[in-house]
């Protein structure tokens, strides 16, 4: 079993281009969430999806979209890149308030 | 939002028991307490999770007090392998948004 499997592992960007990241995960995970993660920081929650077709908005939301594309997959897209949005995300699969399962992370520099 | 505060770092001895605080005051009565760990470069992983008794599994043990304003995780013998961010996090049973993990404690394991 794979887990959580997110796409690409490094990026870099100039500001104001476009990028989605994949987020896939084979534990059969109703809750799917991305997190950014700046450096020395902890993790802040950006998007959450409860189930399929189903998202919500965490703390920090701007400059985000994310779609749910079924049970398995989760993406999130920056449509125009910004300094400010570089930074470490991880995506996160749980069930209920049970334990999250966290994928490895892209580190994604925007110059 | 209730929060939890942990100290900045700890340092410990290999081998030896190491007890890491957590204080949240204004925890409510739907809030499970969760613990996980970050090392370098890997994304966050699972470590306990408790609602009012204590719990025990193969990695560490948590202690909440009475009140359950605050906790303890319990390494029973810490390794070099347990050198890592430790998270407190509080996650409502009811809200799949508040999940706000703090900066964590840095744990130095000496040798």
């Known amino acids: 079993n794979a887990g959580v499997t997110q796409t690409p592992k490094f990026q870099v960007l100039k500001t104001g281009q476009s990028m989605t990241l994949q987020c896939a995960q084979d534990?059969?995970?109703?809750?799917m969430y991305w997190y950014r993660q700046d450096p020395g920081m902890g993790l802040r929650l950006i998007y959450y999806s409860a189930s399929e077709g189903t998202t919500d908005k965490g703390e920090v939301p701007n400059g985000y979209n994310v779609s749910r594309l079924n049970k398995r997959e989760f993406s999130l897209r920056l449509e125009s890149a910004a300094p400010s949005q570089t930074s470490v995300y991880f995506c996160a699969t749980g069930r209920d308030v049970g334990p999250q399962h966290f994928g490895d992370g892209t580190r994604l520099s925007i110059l | 939002d209730a929060k939890t505060t942990q100290p900045n770092s700890m340092e410990s001895n290999e081998e030896e028991p190491v007890h890491l605080p957590c204080n949240h005051s204004t925890i409510s009565g739907t809030d499970y307490i969760h613990w996980y760990r970050q090392l370098p470069s890997q994304g966050p992983e699972y470590v306990i999770h408790?609602?009012?008794s204590n719990v025990n599994n193969r990695m560490a043990s948590l202690a909440i007090a009475e009140d359950r304003k605050s906790s303890t995780l319990i390494l029973h013998r810490a390794t070099l392998r347990d050198a890592a961010v430790y998270y407190c996090i509080l996650r409502d049973m009811n809200r799949d948004d508040k999940i706000i993990f703090g900066k964590g404690t840095r744990l130095h394991i000496l040798p």
């Open positions: 408790g609602l009012t």
């Open positions: 534990m059969n995970h109703n809750s």
